[in-house]
């Protein structure tokens, strides 16, 4: 056994800690089917959002580590619920008005506004397929109308009509009695409309699989639960396609979670065993509020593209999923310069080191070197104090601090720096607020000034870094952290920054002195 298995069969690291609770599900042994399957599903009545990112990466997390400890196969499944009746017409679609006809009908069979796809139901699922390749994410993908249609949901149709009253007696327990009246666990689509119907039903004969309703002009119908004449409501659906794929893992986020009950017990009553699960906690937005595609609150995937890369999102997906985070624009400085940290760290580690580290499971065991010799958060001040100088711009600061380094040789950090001008273009400008210094201040600055003028140390960031203390101390600063403070609120406009010392050796010494001299002169408040 390699020293990395033995230390991932007993690392507290979740997907680890998940991965074997399936090697305990199939005792070790390979099921029937002759796999393990992972499953995420997806409502496609929008476009796809940072939450289906974060489930479906997540659950490869798991998948990954269940490989690496176990050598049974698997398999990740992406279902897609697109016979769901279009509730309401989307307003970001091109002529909203020529939908409202088709209300209620199965996403499949409502026209795609887009004119590019089949329907709509099909554009939406291109666009879910399209997004999930761009992770390169590694699964196969299951469209609802199909599986309803061809039959392949049949066997589980038929028994739940057979056990329909069982499936519904769980049903009825968890709805109000208003509700419950009119309830159903199936669906009819009308033979005529196309549309899915709430409807209760008169008769579900369970030994010949037909149901029996009135439509909602009164006409009694019947029609067979199989061939895709019907669909389950949403939390029966849960439960039946656990027992018809037979699944063995699926993760949701807390808002499901009272449902898992249900979910489970109609696998079981489908004859289907329940899978493992696990819940994780909802983002949210700065203000503390759950984020909701409905208000638009929070960070959508393309905003985090905008301003860092897909393996920074990864990161933050993996940092504690059962405890609830913001998801807002300040924790992205934060969550690249700690995921290029992780990557510098993962070489020099041990096993039990490695097979915890992030990196490792964002990776899939075969994390990749770090180029950033320069941190994301030294690239925002160093933005700051450049100007509107671009890219190249930066690189001529990067270059005199680091000189092998290059936009063809350091690809992340080249990718890094676009990232850093555009994130300090649209949020720290906006927010800078430079002041003037107090008397002590100025005072230390003066010195400050004179000390680099005399500087002959060349651009050690820890001599600088020592160089600014010792002025700090010589001034008479009791706390430290004030004078840094004051350093960055007077040169930055902001109230806090990277170490100075690390700053200075980035922008030059002479360069920092300039900046000074225009601080004391009034230039900058």
């Given at each position: ?353 490695q097979v915890a580290n992030p990196v490792w499971h964002i990776h899939g065991g075969m994390p990749p070197a770090s180029n950033m010799v320069v941190s994301f958060a030294m690239l925002l001040n160093l933005a700051s104090v450049a100007g509107s100088t671009g890219k190249e ?133």
């Amino acid at each position: 056994m390699s020293a990395l298995r033995e230390a991932a069969l007993t690392s507290k690291a979740w997907p680890f800690e998940e991965a074997r609770k399936l090697v305990a599900r199939i005792k070790g042994k390979t099921p029937q089917k002759g796999y393990v399957l992972f499953e995420t599903g997806y409502g496609p009545s929008g476009l796809p959002h940072i939450g289906t990112f974060g489930e479906v990466a997540r659950t490869t997390m798991i998948r990954r580590a269940f490989e690496a400890i176990c050598d049974v196969p698997t398999r990740l499944i992406c279902f897609s619920d697109d016979v769901d009746g279009m509730r309401k017409v989307p307003d970001n679609v091109p002529d909203p008005d020529a939908l409202r006809e088709h209300l209620q009908r199965p996403l499949t069979s409502v026209p795609d506004p887009f004119g590019k796809y089949e329907s709509f139901g099909h554009h939406n699922n291109a666009m879910l397929r399209r997004f999930l390749d761009t992770f390169g994410f590694e699964y196969e993908f299951i469209s609802a109308t199909e599986f309803y249609k061809t039959g392949q949901f049949d066997a589980v149709l038929l028994r739940a009509a057979e056990r329909y009253d069982d499936i519904m007696a769980v049903m009825l327990k968890s709805l109000r009695d208003e509700r419950q009246q009119t309830y159903s666990i199936f669906l009819p689509i009308h033979p005529e409309t196309g549309r899915v119907l709430y409807v209760p039903m008169k008769h579900v004969d369970g030994k010949n699989g037909t149901i029996t309703f009135d439509d909602e002009d009164g006409r009694e119908w019947t029609l067979p639960v199989t061939g895709g004449n019907v669909k389950l409501q949403w939390k029966p659906d849960f439960g039946a396609r656990w027992a018809a794929l037979d699944v063995d893992f699926e993760m949701y986020g807390k808002d499901h979670s009272t449902n898992t009950p249900i979910y489970d017990r109609i696998c079981e009553i489908l004859g289907g065993k329940k899978p493992e699960h696990y819940v994780y906690e909802l983002f949210l937005d700065e203000n503390g509020e759950k984020i909701s595609k409905s208000k638009g609150n929070g960070l959508t995937i393309d905003e985090w593209l905008t301003y860092a890369s897909t393996e920074s999102l990864s990161y933050y997906m993996f940092l504690k999923p059962r405890t609830a985070k913001r998801l807002s624009w300040d924790v992205i400085p934060k969550a690249v310069d700690e995921y290029h940290q992780q990557l510098r760290a993962y070489p020099d580690q041990t096993p039990e080191q490695q097979v915890a580290n992030p990196v490792w499971h964002i990776h899939g065991g075969m994390p990749p070197a770090s180029n950033m010799v320069v941190s994301f958060a030294m690239l925002l001040n160093l933005a700051s104090v450049a100007g509107s100088t671009g890219k190249e711009g930066l690189w001529g600061f990067i270059r005199r601090y680091a000189p092998d380094a290059a936009p063809e040789t350091h690809p992340d950090l080249d990718q890094a720096a676009g990232f850093a001008l555009a994130y300090f273009r649209d949020f720290v400008a906006p927010a800078r607020r430079f002041r003037a210094p107090t008397p002590l201040e100025r005072a230390a600055m003066e010195d400050m000034a004179a000390r680099l003028r005399a500087w002959q140390g060349g651009l050690d960031a820890e001599e600088l870094q020592t160089l600014a203390f010792a002025v700090g101390k010589d001034h008479g600063f009791e706390n430290l952290r004030d004078w840094f403070k004051a350093l960055y609120e007077v040169l930055l406009g902001q109230s806090q920054g990277p170490r100075f010392g690390g700053f200075i050796a980035l922008y030059g010494v002479d360069e920092t002195v300039a900046l000074i001299e225009r601080a004391l002169a009034g230039e900058l408040a």
